[in-house]
């Protein structure tokens, strides 16, 4: 039997409550939930308002990990439209960008990267149309001492479809817009996507990230089990959890006992981070 910790959190650049960016302190703050998997979102790499930092680099070195891999959603310099652009799956190394990141104390064995659909189009992958920012998923398998385990981090929408006269639908399609019911979340289609393609990676399956949606919304869309649940946004007065730890095993089997899941105050985000502590067989 094997205890593992693995955390998430969204930690909107490493933006304090003082209104700056401390990049030594968002490091900091990740290496003291001394989790053996962290999920990251919000995560900049040579971006001004974070002084040009690879955070997910910083990171993974302060916490001690021996893998780390950051997956930008964004590419380009992230306050300028028209110059950022919508990432692609495969970007050079140093590419300025936003995105996610996986922080790894085991060894990782191969990497998945998925793109996921936006609601609203991007233009030549630059122009902008709407306001639903590009989203993604990170998949690593890690060689936990137990054997090998699927970790996944996400970072889904927030974009709500709205309400549309018949032309303006028409207008919208012709541009490219998904139709969509007024109201209806798009993070709930993401998370149908992500599902689908969670499908052929192997069990146990441990899926990370800001979902943008309530509890216990993605435990019940999907089917997975949660691993923690406490209230996490906004950070400085918690009334509702949007970050998730969440559980998929092969059928049949139960090599997974969840020991303990907490929510943390690091003093660093709009969001606290969510931790988790099982044990596997």
Known sequence: ???VRVATFNVQHGLGPDG????????????????????????????????????ARLC????????????????????YPGVRRRA?????????????????????RHWRVLLLPPATPWVWGRVQLGADEPRVALAAQV?????????????????????VTWAGGLARRAAGYRPGSPGERHADRQLARLRQ???????P????GDFNLRAPAPADLTGWRSLATADTFPRHDPRFQIDHILLD????????????GRAVDTGVSDHRALVADFDVR
């Open 1 to 3: 039997m094997t205890q």
């Open 20 to 55: 700056r960016v401390d990049n030594h302190r968002l490091a900091d703050a990740v290496a003291a939930l001394d989790a053996d998997v962290v999920a990251l979102q919000e995560v900049d790499r040579r971006q001004a308002r974070s002084g040009g930092v690879d955070q």
């Open 60 to 79: 993974a070195t302060t916490a001690g990990a021996v893998d780390h891999r950051f997956l930008p959603a964004l590419t380009g310099p992230f306050r």
């Open 88 to 108: 692609r799956a495969a970007e050079p190394p140093e590419t300025p960008g936003y995105g996610v990141a996986l922080l790894s104390r085991f060894p990782v």
């Open 143 to 163: 060689d936990a001492p137990s054997g090998p385990l699927t970790v996944v981090c996400t970072h889904l929408s927030v974009y709500r479809f709205p309400t």
């Open 197 to 203: 393609w969670l499908t052929a990676l192997s069990r």
């Open 205 to 208: 399956l441990v899926v990370l």
């Open 249 to 260: 095993e092969a059928p049949g089997e139960s090599r997974v006992r969840s020991v303990a």
